[in-house]
C-alpha cells in the first residue's frame, strides 16, 4: 500500500519562503511521477508542480512560474515544494500525488496516490 505524507505547511508572510514535504512509503517511488496541487477554498484542484520520475524534468502552474520550484530524493522517497515570493493567493491546502504511469500528467484525475493535504497560509 502506497502512503503519501505531507509536512511543513504554516502561516507565512507575503514575500517569504516555505518548503514543504512529503514522505512516500510502499510501492517503486523512484520510478513514479510526483506532483503537487493545490485547494483554495470555494476553489477546483489545481497543478502546482510535477516532478519527472528521474527528476531531470519538472513542470509548474502558470501562477507559480518562476516562484516555486519542486525537487525529489529517489534515495530517500521524498519530494519537496519550495516556494518562494509567496503571495496571499497561494493560501491553500497542499497535496502531493503520485502517478504511477509513464507518462507526465498535469490532470490531476491521472492520479493515483494522493498525501492527506498541508496546509499553507500566506498573510498579507
Known amino acids: 500500500q502506497v502512503q503519501l505524507v505531507e509536512s511543513g505547511g504554516g502561516v507565512v508572510q507575503a514575500g517569504g519562503s516555505l518548503r514543504i514535504s512529503c514522505v512516500v512509503s510502499?510501492?517503486?517511488?523512484?520510478?513514479?511521477?510526483m506532483a503537487w496541487f493545490r485547494q483554495a477554498p470555494g476553489k477546483e484542484r489545481e497543478i502546482v508542480a510535477v516532478?519527472?520520475?528521474?527528476?531531470?524534468?519538472?513542470y509548474y502552474g502558470d501562477s507559480v512560474k518562476g516562484r516555486f520550484a519542486i525537487s525529489r530524493d529517489n534515495r530517500k522517497n521524498m519530494v519537496y515544494l519550495q516556494m518562494n515570493s509567496l503571495k496571499p493567493e497561494d493560501t491553500a491546502v497542499y497535496y502531493c500525488?503520485?502517478?504511477?504511469?509513464?507518462?507526465?500528467?498535469?490532470?490531476?484525475?491521472?492520479?493515483?496516490?494522493w498525501g492527506q493535504g498541508t496546509q499553507v497560509t500566506v498573510s498579507s
Open positions: 510502499g510501492g517503486t517511488f523512484n520510478s513514479y511521477s
Open positions: 500525488a503520485a502517478d504511477t504511469s509513464v507518462v507526465v500528467s498535469m490532470d490531476s484525475d491521472d492520479y493515483d496516490y
Open positions: 516532478a519527472q520520475w528521474s527528476g531531470g524534468r519538472s
